[in-house]
């Protein structure tokens, strides 16, 4: 069993930044790939970023890629989002997401076994 806990929302300006989050229990951090995740009023939950196990590869939604930079911290049991340049379509609830499957950046989301309870983004224009 993983537990996962965002933390770092907050609201910002058009063009601000902010760093997310997301520490995760247990000693075996690197056996999961991590997921970011978000999901606006009204809206499907979308992919937003993921990267492997070892931190050796990421991957982005085509609308963050260039702003948004997820990145680990295995020894510490940590993943992190950091998202500059924030448009007010940003705007959602961030979710961190923990799967069994370590070697890809892009997974399918039911296989994403592990997720947190989310943190309010709100970009204002």
């Known amino acids: 069993q993983v537990q996962v806990v965002e933390s770092g929302g907050g609201l910002v300006q058009a063009g601000g930044s902010l760093r997310l989050s997301c520490a995760a229990s247990?000693?075996?951090?690197?056996?999961?790939?991590m997921g970011w995740f978000r999901q606006a009023p009204g809206k499907e939950r979308e992919f937003v970023g993921g990267?492997?196990?070892?931190?050796?590869?990421?991957a982005y939604a085509d609308s963050v890629k260039g702003r948004f930079t997820i990145s680990r911290e295995n020894a510490e049991n940590k993943v992190f989002l950091q998202m500059n340049s924030l448009k007010p379509e940003d705007t959602a609830v961030y979710y961190c997401?923990?799967?069994?499957?370590?070697?890809?950046?892009?997974?399918?989301?039911?296989?994403?076994?592990?997720w947190g309870q989310g943190t309010q983004v709100t970009v204002s224009s």
């Open positions: 997401a923990a799967s069994r499957i370590p070697t890809m950046a892009v997974v399918p989301p039911t296989r994403y076994d592990y």
């Open positions: 990267i492997t196990g070892s931190g050796g590869s990421t």
């Open positions: 247990g000693r075996t951090f690197s056996s999961y790939g």
